[in-house]
């Protein structure tokens, strides 16, 4: 159950051969799922124990001695004296304990998505109750203690970052900060030396960030948006829950004045401390294993993306196509990256990338002959002068309004893969669940409809 949560070594792993042989990308669901399997055994072993309390209270006394020979001490007669013996013992209380953590920890998970906080202190209960656990058997009332053996190396793996991360070894120096439109907070950090953030990062990673001033227990993941050849570590995110909001308000009072080209070169601010536990390995770092790729981010998902374009521009590697899909629903989301994605399409002089924005609150009707010829328009205009109808100005990447086709688009990508020569492509997505599953059925379906392709998908989960 602690195992898959180990972020530093499943990244240390996903480094490894075994990223071909082990799904890193669901270790999220796997712990998960040993969490159910674990409260069932947990409620069996309960079950089977509360039995044995009944059974001891009205054994023959030549039995229970035979059973448990001195380690009770003397056993009385009486059925509520028995009982109360039992409830003394150090099984039986970190029993029960352990029972009482999982009781009110359990049912919070419901209320991860709308009170995370509540969520994740509660959560914490159940490292209490493995501890719990270390010692429940110390008493070898049935037989030799042995959970500590099996616990250790977890606990190793696990205990040792979060120690870590609470030092002074996790705090880097915010250099600029900045506010973009759509409530979008820009935030560059000094990259530390170290083995970690100098040979181990790489393009599509995590990392949980902590602001003190705002509260010292939250830590929260955001994807850098930095490439491994960069001298900063930089992330974006946006005010869409308390956490974020008071970070926003903290830094929006000390920023620099935007300005369109880049940071301004000001007087030093002096930011808000910031802590930062990573890299931590994701799934858009398996890019690399694919000579065709597609990348797709909604919204603020477009982060491990813009990681992994970066990083594309200054090593394609064995990369031949990257088809770039990006879907906002405010109009605001697209200026964003606009230098970056406009460096992207400057450098670019092989040919590599294909980058298409859709703006999704303008509803697409594949009905409306209106709008099918407006849909034409708008790539016929950008065709010829880069002029995007949608932004009213002109822009590299066309714009175009309503949700993507996912049929239509990876029919699109696997026909100029296998004219490649190529018969497989990775997809990497950072989205909602709706549309990954949308993303992911049109995939398998292709890849069934034609045995010399294959696509392969990979969502990102935190």
């Known amino acids: 159950i602690l195992l898959p949560i180990c972020r530093r070594f499943m990244t240390f792993l996903r480094s490894t051969r075994l990223r071909f042989l082990i799904p890193f990308d669901i270790t999220l669901e796997t712990h998960m799922l040993v969490g159910i399997v674990f409260a069932i055994l947990v409620l069996s072993h309960t079950c089977a124990h509360i039995c044995d309390i009944v059974n001891f209270a009205g054994a023959d006394e030549d039995d229970i001695y035979a059973l448990f020979g001195d380690k009770l001490g003397t056993v009385p007669s009486s059925r509520s004296a028995r009982v ?39 959560h914490h209960l159940l490292l209490v109750m493995l501890i719990l656990l270390c010692i429940h058997g110390t ?33 880097m120096k915010v250099i600029q900060a900045k506010i973009k439109p759509g409530e979008c907070l820009q935030i560059q950090l000094e990259r530390p030396k170290g083995l970690l953030w ?8 995590y990392a949980f960030i902590n602001v003190p001033e705002v509260s010292r227990l939250e830590w929260h993941p955001f994807t850098l ?21 008071k970070v926003h308000a903290l830094f929006e009072g000390q920023h620099q004045q935007e300005n369109e080209d880049g940071f301004n070169e000001e007087d030093e601010v002096n ?24 990348l797709i981010g909604a919204g603020i998902g477009i982060t491990p993306m813009i990681s992994v374009l970066r990083n594309l521009v200054e090593n394609p590697g064995k990369i031949r196509r990257a088809f770039f899909y990006w879907t906002v629903r405010d109009q605001n989301a697209l200026k964003w990256f606009p230098s970056i994605l406009d460096d992207i399409y400057d450098a670019d002089t092989s040919h590599i990338f294909q980058i298409r924005h859709f703006l999704t609150s303008a509803k697409y009707d594949d009905r409306d002959i209106g709008q099918i010829l407006l849909k034409y328009a708008v790539r016929a205009q950008h065709k010829h002068n880069d002029m995007d109808l949608v932004l009213g100005r ?15 688009e990876l ?52």
Not at 100 to 117: E, G, K, S
Not at 198 to 205: F, H, I, L, S, T
Not at 274 to 294: L, R
């Open 84 to 122: 109360k013996l039992l409830f003394q013992q150090r099984s039986i209380i970190t029993g029960l304990l352990m029972v009482v953590c999982i009781l009110v920890a359990y049912p919070m998970i419901l209320l991860r998505r709308t009170r995370f906080n509540l969520f994740w202190t509660t």
């Open 139 to 171: 008493g070898n009332l049935l037989e030799p203690f042995q959970s500590i053996y099996w616990l250790i190396a977890p606990f190793v793996l696990y205990f040792v970052p979060r120690f870590l991360r609470e030092t002074k070894y996790s705090t």
């Open 198 to 205: 100098e040979k181990r990062v790489n393009a599509g990673m």
């Open 225 to 245: 948006t930095s490439s491994p050849a960069n001298d900063f570590v930089e992330f974006h995110f946006r005010s869409v829950g308390d956490w974020t909001e």
């Open 271 to 294: 930011y808000p401390l910031v802590k930062v536990e990573g890299p931590i390995g994701a799934s858009s770092q398996g890019y690399k294993d694919y000579p065709v790729i597609v």
């Open 394 to 408: 002109q822009a590299h990447h066309m714009i175009e309004t309503g949700r993507p086709d996912w049929d239509e």
């Open 411 to 462: 029919t699109s990508v696997k026909e100029e893969a296998k004219e490649l020569g190529f018969k497989k492509c990775g997809i990497f997505l950072c989205g909602p669940l709706k549309m990954a599953e949308a993303v992911d059925e049109a995939s398998l379906k292709l890849s069934q409809q034609d045995s010399d392709f294959h696509f392969y998908f990979s969502k990102e989960t935190f």
